[in-house]
C-alpha cells in the first residue's frame, strides 16, 4: 500500500504552523490564511489566502499560477480565479502512480453592501465557497465523475447540517454548497466523527446526531477544549473518494498553533 499524506490548515498567518510542518510526516499542504507573497495581482488585492506547499520528495506539485477572470483563455500554466485568495490548485505527481489536481480553498468573509442594512456582524461566506467552486470547475470535462481524480479541501467557513434556527449559519445558503459540490461529482469525505473528537455537549443549532467535529474556536472560547463548531471540509471526486481518508486532529493535545485544527488526508494510490 503506497499511502500520499496531505494536511489541509487554515495556520491564520502563524509563523510557528510553518515550523511544525517542517517537522511533520505530511508529503503536501493545503493552507489557508498563509501570506500570499508569490503573485503579485492577487497580493495587491489581498494579504492572505489559499496556498499549496509541497513537504516531501514522495511527489512533485506543479502548481497554476492564479490570473484574474476576465482576461485572455488562460494559459496552460495557468487558471483564471474570480476572486484573489480564495483557490490554490496543482497538479500532484507522485512516483509511479497517476497524477491528482489538489485544490486548496479559502471562503473568507464578505459582508453586504454598505447601503445594505445587516444585523450579520461577520456576513456571510457562501459567495466567496461559490465562486471557488466556479473557478475548480475548470478542472471537470466529463459528466462521468470516476473520470476525474480531484481533492478539493480547505476552510469553508460553513456549519454542515446546521438547523434553520442556527443563528451562526445561514443554513440553506450554507447547503447550497455542499448541493453544487454533489452536482460536480464530488463526495463530502469528512472530517466527520468517528475520525476526530466531537463537541460536548452538541452545539446549539445543529441535529443530535450530527457527526461534525469542531475544528475551529473563537477568541472567546480561547482553546481546542471549548472548539464547538466545523468549519473545515474536504470533496473528493466521485469514485475517486473511495480512496480517500480523512481525519480532523482536533484532539486538545494534537491541535497545534492555529485556532483551526490540521485536517489529515490520506490516499491509497494502490487502490
Known amino acids: 500500500?503506497?499511502?500520499?499524506?496531505?494536511?489541509?490548515?487554515?495556520?491564520?498567518?502563524?509563523?510557528?504552523?510553518?515550523?511544525?510542518?517542517?517537522?511533520?510526516?505530511?508529503?503536501i499542504a493545503l493552507l489557508q490564511e498563509i501570506r500570499l507573497l508569490d503573485n503579485s495581482w492577487e497580493q495587491a488585492h489581498c494579504d492572505r489566502g489559499a496556498d499549496i506547499i509541497k513537504l516531501s520528495e514522495r511527489a512533485e506539485v506543479v502548481k497554476w499560477t492564479n490570473v484574474p477572470q476576465g482576461r485572455d483563455r488562460p494559459k496552460p500554466d495557468e487558471i483564471a480565479v474570480s476572486a484573489p485568495g480564495i483557490i490554490s490548485a496543482a497538479r500532484v505527481i507522485p512516483k509511479h502512480h497517476e497524477p491528482l489536481i489538489v485544490v486548496s480553498v479559502?471562503?473568507?468573509?464578505?459582508?453586504?453592501?454598505?447601503?445594505i442594512s445587516t444585523k450579520w456582524g461577520v456576513g456571510f461566506a457562501d459567495a466567496m465557497a461559490h465562486?471557488?467552486?466556479?473557478d475548480l470547475s475548470t478542472f471537470i470535462g466529463d459528466l462521468d465523475p470516476t473520470s476525474h481524480r480531484i481533492l478539493v479541501a480547505g476552510d469553508f467557513n460553513l456549519i454542515y447540517g446546521a438547523l434553520d434556527s442556527n443563528r451562526l449559519a445561514l443554513p440553506a445558503r450554507d447547503r447550497s454548497i455542499f448541493?453544487?459540490?454533489?452536482?460536480?461529482?464530488?463526495?463530502?469525505?469528512?472530517?466527520?466523527?468517528?475520525?476526530?473528537?466531537?463537541?460536548?455537549?452538541?452545539?446549539?443549532?445543529?441535529?443530535?446526531d450530527t457527526k461534525n467535529v469542531p475544528t475551529f474556536y473563537t477568541s472567546h472560547q480561547k482553546n481546542p477544549e471549548n472548539a464547538a463548531n466545523q468549519l473545515d471540509y474536504v470533496f473528493a471526486s466521485r469514485g475517486f473518494h473511495e480512496s480517500v481518508s480523512v481525519r480532523a486532529l482536533?484532539?486538545?493535545?494534537?491541535?497545534?498553533p492555529s485556532d483551526h485544527c490540521r485536517i489529515s488526508i490520506e490516499i491509497d494510490l494502490s487502490s
Not at 500500500?1 to 508529503?27: P, Y
Not at 460536480?184 to 443530535?208: C, H, I, M, W
Open 106 to 115: 479559502y471562503a473568507r468573509w464578505e459582508r453586504p453592501h454598505l447601503e
Open 179 to 208: 448541493e453544487r459540490f454533489e452536482a460536480l461529482g464530488f463526495e463530502y469525505v469528512g472530517p466527520e466523527s468517528p475520525n476526530g473528537r466531537q463537541a460536548d455537549p452538541t452545539p446549539k443549532g445543529l441535529p443530535k
Open 250 to 256: 482536533n484532539g486538545i493535545e494534537e491541535w497545534g
Open 1 to 27: 500500500m503506497t499511502i500520499l499524506r496531505i494536511v489541509s490548515w487554515n495556520i491564520g498567518l502563524r509563523k510557528s504552523a510553518h515550523d511544525s510542518l517542517r517537522e511533520s510526516d505530511f508529503d
Open 131 to 134: 465562486r471557488a467552486i466556479s
